[in-house]
């Protein structure tokens, strides 16, 4: 739980103090679809700790002077991107020890 970068354990409260962000701006981002928190029982947002690097990129974007929507494209590229390169090496460890 406490390795699992997907874990939400951070209320809006703590991501925001986190992050540099302020509460609005981190709902702002789950309006954009950017990050999706978990809600808690009683509805409150929980953010990861992969939702938290995300949030605070933006942020320095948005600080930079790039538009709340063309910063989360721009992470959602770079999100997909990381995720295809991760999944390439571990397609290449495999065939490599296959090859053994």
Known sequence: MFGDDDYPACT??????????TQDFLRRLDD????????????HRRYSRHQLRLAARARELVDQGTALEAACRILTLEDQLEEALRQNQ???????????
Not at 13 to 19: F, L, S, W, Y
Not at 36 to 42: A, F, V
């Open 12 to 21: 809006t409260g703590r991501a925001a103090e986190i992050t540099g962000a």
């Open 32 to 43: 954009a679809k950017l990050i999706t928190p978990l809600r808690s029982t009683g509805g």
């Open 90 to 100: 571990q397609h290449r460890r495999q065939q490599e020890g296959g090859a053994a």
